[in-house]
Every structure is written in C-alpha cells, then in structure tokens.
C-alpha cells in the first residue's frame, strides 16, 4: 500500500497536515528568493518535474547528471516524467557510484565539461550534497539556469545560494546562484539510509543557535534581525526538530517537516542574501574541521550534518556557560583599556591555527569583525545594557547542550567530538581559535569582547562538564551510505 492510498489513518493524515504546512512555508518564502522560483516536494511530486519544467522554460532541452547510484533510485521516473512532456531529453551524464564522487573543483570542471557538449541545455542534477554542488558551480560557470531532484533529507544546501567545493587544497564556499526549481519527492526521500536522515538532522538542530547567535548580533548593533526571515526560519526548524526518534527509526511521519526545514533553510539565506540564518557559531566549528579535512578519509566522507550536530552540541554547552554570567557588571572602561591590539591577536590565533590553512583564512577575516575602540566601547555598552533581557530572551530560543545532544541520540546522529576522532584537548584549542575562522559575529565573539570567553572555555573543560559525560554512542559514519 502506498502512502496515497492509506485513506483516512491517522498518519496519513498527520503527513497530510504536515505536507500541507510546508508548502504554505515554502510559497511564502518564495516570494522573497531571487533564483528559485519552484520548490515542491510531496508523495509521487518527481512525475511533475516535466511538466513544471515546460511552464518555466518552454520546450527546453534537458539534460540529467547523477551518480550510478541516485541514477538508480531516481533515473527511470524522471526520465518518465521529462519524455511525457515532451522535452528533448540529451544522454544523461552519469558518474561512476565507485570510487564515491567528491566535490572538489575537478569535478565540477568535468561537470561543467560534459554540460558543454550540450549547448542550452538545461542541467537536472539528481542527487544529495555532492551532485547538487558540482551541477551548480558546473552551471554557473556555463551562465545557466539549473534544477535539482533530491535524493536524501541529508542537508539545507539544495536551494541555498554557493557551492561547498574543496580548492586549493581545503574545502570552501564558492559562491554560485541556487537552483531554479528543485523537486523533493518523499517516496525518494524514504529510500535514503537512516545516517543521511541523521545528517539532515544535524544540519538543522544547528539552526538553533544560528538564530541565537543572530539574535547576539543584532543586539549588539553588528547585524539587524529581518523579522519576516527569522520567524519563518525559526518555526520551520521548530517543526523539523520536533521527532527525533522519527529520524532515527526513518519513520514516514518525520520526513515532511524534517524536508521542509532544509528546503526552507536554504531558501530563507536566499531571502536575506546571507547564510546568516541558517549558520552560527556550529557552522564555523564545521568549516573548521572540513578545512582540516577531519572525516575525508572515511567512505563515504564525515557529511556537513554530522559536524555541524557535534558543532551544535558544542555551542549549546557553550551558552550554558555564557548565560550565567553577570555582564551587568562589565567595566567598561577597564576592559576597552585592556583590548589586544589586531596584530597581537591575530599572532596569537596564527600560532594556535600552526599550519593549516585557517591561519590564511584568520588573516583575511578575523580584521573584518575586529573592533577599534570606540566601536569595542559601543558594543561593551550595548551589552552590559541588554544583558538582562536579552539572557532571558536567549534562555528561551537555545536549547541546554543535554537537550541537543539526547536529541541527536535519538536521532541516531553524531553528537560529541570523540566519534569523529577529535580529543577534547584539540575541541579546547578549536574554541580559542573558532572566531577566527569567519568574519561572522556570534556568542563567541561577546565573549570574547566582554571579557569571559577564558573563564567560560575554563568551566567547559572542568571535570563536571558536559563535555565529559559517558553517553552512549554511534560508530563513526564509515558504511554504505547510499545515494550521494
């Protein structure tokens, strides 16, 4: 039996109601993305994907890349739906499944390469985070429009703007336009193994303290809030945390709002042209560990997902420490008196960075979000100001790091930095070193400019953390982990 024809039970009715919800989210935010123009996603929605390719692009010719593996999970019904249309359809370019394809300029090259022996034609990537990304830079380097089927509720980069490719030597966000249309079916989705539904999960339990971490920055008089984002951003993550143990069992009930969250994720940093929505503090430990290539050698990869879950946790521990402090009592004066110099700062970040490629990368961002005194002096007012509301504000959008991280157990997604080989003596150094990996303000950065981020990191690694509790664990991702 299918899920259409399950009649009036009460899960389908509960997915009914939640498939209902989130095309009401997604026609909303549509309004305000400049590139995507069509978001779906439904039971059985794929057979639609000819037919709303006509009504955007006329009698175009369409041409399909995947992978030999998202080849077989989606190639023969999107072939179906393209040809009942009636669009030319060119040979479909597809990847070997083995070894696995990684995302990194050479493939895009030999993406962007095989499109070109198609001249007009209009490129349908039919894949997850790899494929999606190549097709994208591919196509944007090629000046066209493109679409997406997804294959896996793995992470939010479907429709959000910029390519994740690894370059010169270590991963970065190379920026591209989103996808014109893309087309989640569920009946897909479902197939997907249980550690890509972790890996979406992952993805967006991070937006908590993106939202909070926002939410510091805007208070602080760094970046304003855009009301009308952040309200659709904040409840379509609600709604995608809301059945963690849904996600770890691949249960059909969890899946709409879990999809919803990451097509609305990348659709509301289209919205506020800024991945600020959707990406904090957790996003930078990710990026972090992806410079160092943490995971890389596993099969497949340590997934965006997985680290920014482990990110999340991390983060979530670290506002519990921060949202006990006093800053009522800053001393203004004594600790603009006190402030580092830039270049004392960023010696002492270089050294802590050694040889990776973030002392590059500190370099360049780190001096962007560096305040001179008397804008130091204007955020130590802020914050000793807005501290009383904004601590009772903060205590009500994050979640404590023990909710994230049994959220993620339940999951079944990774949730501490020891399943992914990192010793909390290497996490230790990642906190001093994490604000320079981006210009972006966080809670990082109020603590750092208040005065405690030291004490905080000291409470963090205290025998009685969190960080040290004994909690079950999963392997570290090294299975099959099916389409890509």
């Keep these: 039996m299918t899920s259409r024809e399950k009649g009036n039970t009460p899960m389908a009715t509960d997915i009914a109601s939640e498939i209902e919800r989130g095309t009401d989210y997604l026609e909303r935010i549509l309004e305000r993305t400049p590139t995507t123009r069509v978001a779906t996603f439904g039971h059985g929605v794929m057979s639609d994907l000819g037919s709303l390719i006509v009504a955007n692009h006329g009698a175009a010719t369409v041409v399909c890349v995947a992978d030999e593996t998202t080849w077989s999970v989606a190639g023969t019904p999107v072939l179906a739906s393209l040809m009942d249309s009636a669009l030319t359809v060119a040979p479909a370019i597809i990847l070997p499944a083995r070894p696995r394809p990684y995302a990194d300029i050479d493939l895009v090259h030999r993406v962007r390469d095989a499109l070109a022996a198609h001249p007009g034609a209009l490129p349908i990537a039919l894949g997850s985070g790899t494929l999606n990304d190549a097709v994208k830079l591919a196509s944007a380097e090629l000046e066209t429009p493109y679409w997406v089927v997804g294959t896996a509720p793995s992470m939010d980069g479907y429709t959000a703007a910029g390519a994740s490719i690894s370059r010169d030597g270590f991963k970065q966000n190379i920026p591209c336009p989103a996808p014109y249309g893309v087309v989640m079916d569920l009946d897909v989705l479902q197939t997907a193994p249980q550690p890509m539904w972790a890996s979406g999960f992952g993805d967006m339990i991070g937006k908590i303290s993106a939202l909070a971490d926002w939410r510091v920055a805007d208070a602080m008089g760094v970046e304003t809030i855009d009301p009308w984002v952040w309200d659709l951003a904040k409840q379509s993550a609600v709604d995608a945390l809301s059945n963690p143990s849904g996600v770890g069992s691949r249960d059909p009930e969890a899946l709409p709002s879990l999809t919803v969250g990451l097509l609305m994720s990348g659709l509301s940093i289209q919205a506020y042209n800024s991945s600020r929505p959707g990406s904090g503090a957790e996003h930078m430990f990710s990026h972090l560990w992806e410079m160092e290539h943490v995971g890389l050698h596993l099969d497949p990869p340590l997934s965006h997902g997985a680290k920014v879950g482990i990110g999340s946790f991390l983060v979530a521990a670290f506002y519990d420490v921060l949202l006990d402090q006093d800053l009522t009592q800053l001393d203004v004066r004594t600790r603009c008196q006190s402030w580092p110099p830039l270049e004392s700062e960023l010696s002492l970040v270089t050294a802590l960075h050694g040889d990776s490629p973030l002392a590059s990368v500190a370099a360049s961002q780190l001096p962007l979000k560096y305040p001179h005194p008397a804008e130091l002096e204007r955020r130590l007012h802020a914050a000793r100001d807005v501290w009383p509301s904004l601590r009772v504000e903060l205590r009500g959008l ?47 950065d109020l603590a750092a400019e208040t005065g405690c981020l030291p004490a905080i990191i000291a409470d963090l690694f205290t025998p009685s953390s969190i960080l040290r509790d004994d909690v079950p664990t999963i392997p570290t991702l090294s299975e099959e982990n099916g389409p890509s």
């Design 398 to 444: 994050m979640k404590p790091a023990r909710d994230i991280r049994d959220h993620l157990i339940r999951a079944k997604a990774h949730h501490h930095p020891h399943q992914i080989g990192l010793s909390l003596e290497q996490i230790h150094t990642d906190f001093l070193r994490l604000r320079s990996t981006r210009d972006r303000y966080t809670s990082v």
